[in-house]
C-alpha cells in the first residue's frame, strides 16, 4: 500500500521559514513527478510547486516563486518543500502528491492540476502569524 506521509509543518511567524518533507512507503519516488498543494480554510485546495520525475524545471505558483524551492532526495525517498521569508497568506494544510510516470517522454513534465496526481499525503498544517 503507498503512503505518502508528509512533516515538518508547524506554527511560525511571518517572515520565518519552514522546510516540509513528504516521505513515501510503498513505492520510490524515482519516477514520479511530485506536487506540493495547499488549502487554506474556507478555500480550495490550490497549486504550489511541482516538478518531473527527472527533477528537472521545478513549477512554482506565482503567490509561492522566489521563497519557496522544491528539492529532492531520491536516496531518502523524500520529497522536500523549503519555505522562506513565510507571510500570513501562506497559512494551509499543505499536502504532497505524486504521479508514477511510466515513460521516457514526460521526463520534464510537471503538473499543476490536482485531478493529475494519483496519490497524496494527509497534509501537514502551517500557520503563520502576522
Known amino acids: 500500500q503507498v503512503q505518502l506521509v508528509e512533516s515538518g509543518g508547524g506554527l511560525v511567524q511571518a517572515g520565518g521559514s519552514l522546510r516540509l518533507s513528504c516521505a513515501a512507503s510503498?513505492?520510490?519516488?524515482?519516477?514520479?513527478?511530485m506536487g506540493w498543494f495547499r488549502q487554506a480554510p474556507g478555500k480550495e485546495r490550490e497549486f504550489v510547486a511541482a516538478f518531473s520525475w527527472s527533477g528537472r524545471g521545478p513549477t512554482y505558483a506565482d503567490s509561492v516563486k522566489g521563497r519557496f524551492t522544491l528539492s529532492r532526495d531520491n536516496a531518502k525517498n523524500t520529497v522536500n518543500l523549503q519555505m522562506n521569508s513565510l507571510k500570513p497568506e501562506d497559512t494551509a494544510v499543505y499536502y504532497c502528491?505524486?504521479?508514477?510516470?511510466?515513460?521516457?517522454?514526460?521526463?520534464?513534465?510537471?503538473?499543476?492540476?490536482?485531478?493529475?496526481?494519483?496519490?497524496w499525503g494527509q497534509g501537514t498544517q502551517v500557520t503563520v502569524s502576522s
Open positions: 510503498g513505492r520510490t519516488f524515482s519516477t514520479d513527478a
Open positions: 502528491a505524486a504521479r508514477p510516470e511510466t515513460t521516457y517522454s514526460t521526463r520534464y513534465k510537471s503538473y499543476t492540476g490536482e485531478g493529475e496526481y494519483d496519490y
